[in-house]
């Protein structure tokens, strides 16, 4: 399953397919006993992807079997017993992926000529992914990072690992000094080609970054080269050997010190905004300013759901499953703003008060 929503994958994903590509969401559940009927729902779900591209006349006989195939391979794919909050299926002629989210979304199928990504981009964003580049003599690890845990990532080539140096003896005796791994030149060029390949991958997946080490790597690592002198640097050493646990419980105080300070700056800007009459609330009116590109500063609560209707007016709240009603009108909002270059902050649920959910500091 994928969990990786890079630049250029969302953009793969986003590109115009031949009809029909279809897009299958359910909400999944991490923990018991609400798990207990994931997998029906799912199975459900794809069923429900099947009938819809038996009926409809503009899909051809050869692309629905095409469509079904993949919709199958991508059934047999998912591993519900590793679930987050929601699961999306795409599925067209010749491909399909499975992604697992951190984020409910609403159950739904969608044929159309492209695939439904809102969900994609609010989960990614909510996320607030991160890495961790744990960094030793003998060995560079890489560490993937969400809301609540790390994991090791094994991509741009990492972890990167070399056998510990084997000092000779005699020059020990002579010098009367145990050789320092950090002032050793193989160690330095084994950083260097670590600052290098950890440089390429954040061209490629761009997220802030954590380096972790003693303070002897943390320094040698910046002499190698930029990546750790724009990272936040955690001095703590015997991580890049170590547990995905004992990296989080590293990097935990760092990521609540910057999410509490993150939300205090959020507040202060809405407050401003509304001393400049330039703030907005309420899922009509950002709904509004977010079509229009006027959002410069999107804040929504974490746990922030609202269903609604277009009256063809406004948006007003509706109840889930009526007629036309959209579940994921914030995922909506929030893939808008991005698209026109807003900011978009995702705070502790409670944090905006009066604003119900959601607010913006607009451009103008």
């Known amino acids: 399953m994928e969990h990786d929503l890079s630049p ?16 299958v969401l359910t909400p999944t559940h991490r923990r018991e006993p609400l798990n207990s009927q994931d997998a029906v729902r799912l199975r459900n779900a794809v069923a429900e992807a099947k009938k819809r591209l038996e009926t409809d006349p503009a899909v051809t006989r050869e692309r629905r079997a095409d469509v079904t195939r993949e919709l199958d391979r991508a059934l047999a794919e998912v591993d519900l017993s590793h679930s987050e909050d929601g699961l999306v299926i795409f599925a067209a002629p010749g491909e399909h992926q499975v992604w697992s989210l951190a984020r409910s979304v609403p159950e739904r199928v969608v044929l159309s000529d492209t695939f439904l990504t809102r969900n994609l981009v609010s989960a990614h964003t909510a996320e607030r992914p991160f890495w961790v580049l744990s960094v030793s003599a003998d ?9 609540d845990r790390v994991v090791e990532e094994r991509a741009g080539g990492f972890p990167l690992d070399r056998p510990q140096p084997n000092f000779d003896p005699e020059r020990q005796e002579q010098v009367g000094d145990q050789p320092s791994n950090f002032r050793d030149e193989d160690t330095r060029r084994f950083l260097r080609e670590a ?56 990097v935990r105080p760092v990521l609540e010190a910057e999410a509490r300070k993150d939300t205090e700056d959020v507040a202060r800007a809405l407050e401003s905004a ?39 007016e406004h ?40 604003a119900d959910g959601m607010a913006a500091v607009l451009r103008y």
């Open 274 to 312: 509304r001393g400049r009459k330039e703030f907005a609330a309420g899922v009509d009116e950002l709904w509004q300013n977010a079509r229009e590109g006027r959002v410069r500063l999107l804040a929504v609560e974490e746990n922030y759901r609202i269903t609604v209707r277009d009256n063809g």
């Open 8 to 23: 250029s994958t969302l953009a793969g994903l986003r590109r115009p397919r031949p009809y029909p590509a279809v897009s």
């Open 139 to 147: 060995r560079v690890a890489l560490w993937s990072g969400g809301v």
């Open 315 to 354: 948006l007003i709240v509706a109840e889930d499953g009526d007629m036309d009603a959209r579940e994921d009108i914030v995922d909506e909002i929030v893939e808008q703003c991005l698209q026109t270059g807003a900011e978009v902050r995702f705070v502790p649920d409670g944090a905006l008060g009066d």
């Open 195 to 250: 600052d290098t390949a950890m440089t390429k991958l954040l061209r490629d997946h761009p997220r802030p970054l954590y380096v972790t080490g003693d303070p002897a790597a943390l320094s040698l690592m910046c002499d190698a080269g930029n990546v750790a002198k724009d990272a936040v640097q955690v001095p703590h050493g015997g991580l890049a050997h170590g547990t995905p646990d004992a990296v989080w419980q590293a």
